[in-house]
């Protein structure tokens, strides 16, 4: 049988729709409700659920706030995001004076919009905080500075010594409450294709719905579609959102 060749790519979820329309790729990945114009422009479609995540808030452990709260209001994170709360002690008059650092995606990820739809509303993200192209970027910074405040998968901090999870309107982001609906901030991961498509394609998503649950979803700490298991996520893992498009190769023989 010919052996298939498949090429990831990167570039948020936004990037992961625009390629399906396009016809760039034949599969792509995003963690967020697609929109009615994204909808209308790609035509026959299919979405299929592979997990569900959330987005979490964080501080590295060392951070003034995780040593003395651990819970913020929406409204609270809204002002910390738009720049109106600059710093801890105007979040709590026993917290240092220090300037809060502000980490955020870019305006393409799916975490961004959830942020910006369900958070932000009419405010907008400070332009002095600090966007990372992906969470693994993200991560790495906010495990090691002691002043900032961020969101990111809630898979990605499941088991991380390093990260303070922040209570969203007193909710952490637990498997129990992003799986009841509880835990406002919970986003779909999908698996998106155009339709008509290859069988082959069928036979690659049927794959990762099997036998790739684990590479996909269960080494990432997220929620399974099909299961609702998840486990601890390894160091080495790759944050899912860097795959964001999915290109087959059906010539190519290796």
Known sequence: ?????????????????????????????????????????????????????????????????????????????????????????DIDRALPAGNIAVFVRDSGAGSAEVVQNLVMGDKQVSKNALQFPSQGALLKKIESNNSAIAYISAGLVAGNSKLQPLAYEGMQATNALIISGEYKLSRPLLLLVKEPHSGMIDHFVNYLLNDGQKLLVENEALISGRTGFVSPIPEYAPPIDKLNVIKIDWEKVT
Do not use: M, W
């Not at 570039?11 to 990945?29: D, Y």
């Not at 299919?46 to 040593?67: C, E, M, Y």
């Open 1 to 89: 049988a010919k052996k298939i060749v498949i090429y990831l790519t990167g570039g948020g979820s936004g990037f992961g729709v625009q390629s399906i329309i396009q016809g760039v790729n034949h599969v792509g990945l995003v963690s967020r409700d697609l929109k009615d114009k994204e909808k209308e422009l790609l035509g026959a479609h299919r979405t299929i659920l592979v997990g569900k995540d959330a987005v979490a808030f964080v501080t590295s452990k060392a951070n003034p706030l995780a040593q003395k709260r651990v819970a913020l209001t929406k409204a609270q994170l809204a002002a910390i995001l738009a720049g109106e709360i600059k710093t801890y002690r």
